[in-house]
């Protein structure tokens, strides 16, 4: 039932004729005994204030069923107000205030302190209560987005740079095979050149004729030495030489042509096994990708199913009839603090009469503000909400969403021989069609939240296996990318955990190491206080020669400490790396023998914080005793270093070095102190 109508047929009953059947004068119980309808009253308003006393005001969530077995919502504060609008009936008939009826009014007055108004309080608290929860579920949500956007995004400029290099790879294998070709064919014709063939000098006609021997006048030496002579004269002349340089000039440029092609041949190969390789890898690129982009569209859906509650409860909260109603509570308030001025008055002697209402009655402007003052206004958080759905946050109005930009089509997964760079082709500016039914999948290759399937006992083989209750979000099931940890590549676009960078190679001469690790960054301090010697001093004797700066304690037990004040510490750095060094001596038995001892304590602290502390190790055995006193009398330990971390820390910071000293004779120092971006 409509506040406005019940209290509108309350208050004209109260307003009407003050008028009874009976006699007005029956103030009690007694003075009522012999009057039928006023002792039927007494029992009425005996049974009401029971009822009225007792019950209490009914759950937001409660229906109330009406005459035709129909379920709707009635705001409590009005089912109670129902209540109390049937006993005012019955006060209307008796019109005078009796003993029995002031009994009943001043429970009515007291129900509304004790129980309809604290409950609109609480009604009220309890809506702005779920107006900040909600809120700061959307911004956690949307905090959540926001950064799994950003890993999307990664994911996707990983995919996108990995198939750029693929595609860059299989260009390198294509030219490489027609240079391969090209030399074969170079190698083919060095190969083949006359000069390369056996060489064959004709004889000349004239040196073939017969040689004809008289031994009736010698032996024939004289004829013998003359066409010797003439073989020689013509030998001589041959261009063998020449011939010969021309064979071994053809041949080294045959062996240099085999080996270009060779070399080619090799280099082919291994083009071909970078761009298989490089295949893998952009094969696991596109699940890491295509699993960032729905566990994104995920953590999406559930801000805006957020953002959809918020809307729905500012609506209730605007709207009427409804347990958030602004406007019904308010005009409960409005009506209860009326009512109980009526019922105020009428205890004190009153009569209920048009001149009672509108007394009791605020006009719209101190109702409001009695409103706003004693119950509240609710704070919708409409700054954050604003803030919450922009563009940068996701207005979840998006129906496509950009990463990259850039999106990469490449030939289907097969024979990899039949791939030609050609079909590998890219888009700019492209938008990855976004469903926000949250039902549905976000995006074509995810599946819906209800389809979510585990990791659970996933065999991930040689690789680490995730929590069994990882959820899978692409369609296809849970694989290896979703469910177990991938094993650190170095040169495979994926930034795995231990790198710094990785850009698809480990060569040395890029932007990213070979190792995929970036040297530390580090610049030196000047370690003020220390020299990289025994400026700190403990001992108990006055003879030590001391230092311009030394820290001197003459006490045993002995405690102290040196402030670097104001070291500035860049952006970005995130580690404090230093080195030092202990000092044992000045004539004293430190650990064993005479003098026993406990290991004394170095600390650092950095604005009043702990970050780093050790003890200085006197194991080392017995130094000297009162003898060879001085600056021969010490022990230098090695070099320690020590690396402390310090992220999220820039601009001027107070260093503190504390050294607690129980033995004497021991000296500290920083030799050396770098700010590092890298731990």
Known sequence: MPLTTLLGGLFLILGSSAATEGDPTCKNGDDCMYDTLKQDLS??????????????????????VTSDQMKVFVRPASQKLA???????????LSAATPEVNIVVQGMIDSINTNIKPHIITDHTDTQTLVDTTISTLSTRTTDAVEKKKDADAADNTLVQCYAEQRRLLVDHENGKIEEARLKGEMDNTCSVVALKPK?????????????????????TDV????KAEHDKWLNALPVAKDKKSYDDAHAACEAAKLAHENQVASCKTMWSNFVSKNEHCLYALKAQQLAICMFGDSLHYKCETKSDYDTLIRDIDGVTNSDSTSDRAKEWEAVNKLECMLDAFIGGAIFDNAMIAKCTKNETDAKADFELKVGIIDKKTEEYTWLISEANFTCLE?????????????????????VSSAYTMVTGYEYAFESDVNKAPFDFCVPRSAHATCGDF????????????????????TTTACCVKVPVCGDHVLDAGEDCDDGNTEADDECPAACVYEADCTAIDPS???????????GGASWNTRSGDIRSGNQNSKTSVTQSAVTIPAGTVSLRFQWIYIIGYCRNIYGGQGGGTAPMVRLEIDGQEKWSSSIDLTQGDYYWDTECGENAKTRSPVHEETVAVSGLSGAHSLVWNFEVVERNIHFDIVSMHLCSQA
Not at 399 to 419: C, E, M, R, Y
């Open 43 to 64: 029992a009425l308003f005996q049974s009401k204030n029971a009822q009225i006393l007792t019950a209490s005001v009914p759950a937001n969530d409660a229906p109330v």
């Open 83 to 93: 209540e109390m609008n049937a006993t005012m009936t019955a006060l209307k008939a």
């Open 200 to 220: 064959t000098y004709a004889f000349p006609p004239e040196l073939k004729k017969d040689l004809t021997c008289d031994f009736s006048v010698g032996d024939c």
């Open 224 to 227: 013998r030495d003359i066409r």
């Open 399 to 419: 129906t496509a969403i950009t990463f990259s930009g850039d999106k990469w089509s490449v030939p289907p997964q097969g024979d990899l021989t039949n791939h």
């Open 459 to 478: 065999d991930c083989g040689s690789e680490s296996p995730k929590p069994a209750d990882t959820k899978c979000y692409v369609e296809g099931g849970c």
């Open 529 to 539: 206080g220390f020299d990289g010697q025994e400026d700190f001093n403990f001992h």
